[in-house]
């Protein structure tokens, strides 16, 4: 699975939309696009995945660069409550295929009242 | 529909014990995943169990097993614990076939081994 490099950290301004990037520059045709997020103490929570067109869902946005090298995880009213890390993952597509994800550091982000 | 759930949700052992934690997952997945959550280590890939059979296995040694029953749900055990044990244990479901890898995770089971 390629590998993805995400900022440790960052900051947002509750209401305000917050962008976290990935980077994922040896990204394969078949792998996609994963994000969870894991709330303090909790279990990580699925919040999108892609292949290459973008993505909404009531959660989030995913926007995946047309060279699918690195993609955009846009939370567009941070609340809160999205204070959690937030981890890039990609994964080869495979129709019945062990569900193993590889979790990285992730991004630290913190909302700010 | 139900989350996935986690027993015990806490666990104090003592070194050289052994500990089997329980995982129920969302009606109708078919696959159980174990994770293990550890501030040095982050999230690491335990194994996964698939209609009853172990499908997948990660780089821990042989003293962390488990297993998946006709009805999904699924146990870890390990055995002589040891301090470096101490960890918060998630497991997540899934449907476990076709293309996507959306697992749902349960609250974990926090280990204490003293």
């Known amino acids: 699975d390629a590998k993805t490099t995400q900022p440790t950290s960052m900051d947002c301004a509750e209401g305000r939309a917050a962008n976290l990037p990935c980077n994922h520059s040896t990204i394969s045709g078949n792998e996609y696009v994963y994000w969870y997020r894991q709330i303090h103490s909790q279990g990580p929570q699925y919040i999108i995945h892609g292949l290459k067109n973008n993505e909404t869902n009531e959660m989030a946005s995913l926007i995946i660069t047309e060279d699918r090298k690195s993609s955009t995880l846009i939370l567009p009213h941070a609340t809160l409550r999205d204070t959690a890390v937030y981890y890039c993952?990609?994964?080869?597509?495979?129709?019945?295929?062990?569900?193993?994800?590889?979790f990285g550091q992730g991004t630290r982000l913190t909302i700010n009242p | 529909k139900a989350g996935v759930t986690q027993t015990p949700r806490y666990l104090i052992k003592t070194r050289g014990q052994q500990v089997t934690l329980s995982c129920s997952p969302i009606?109708?997945?078919?696959?159980v995943s174990w994770y293990q959550q550890t501030p040095g280590q982050g999230l690491q890939f335990l194994f996964e169990?698939?209609?009853?059979?172990?499908?997948n296995k990660g780089n821990f040694p042989g003293r962390f097993s488990g297993r998946q029953f006709s009805n999904s749900r699924s146990e870890m055990n390990v055995s002589t614990l040891e301090l470096g044990d101490s960890a918060l244990y998630l497991c997540a479901s899934s449907l476990g076939q076709g293309y996507s890898y959306e697992q749902y995770f349960g609250p974990g089971t926090r280990l204490t081994v003293t």
């Open positions: 169990y698939f209609s009853e059979t172990q499908r």
């Open positions: 993952i990609v994964r080869v597509g495979v129709f019945q295929g062990a569900q193993k994800l590889v």
């Open positions: 009606s109708g997945h078919r696959s």
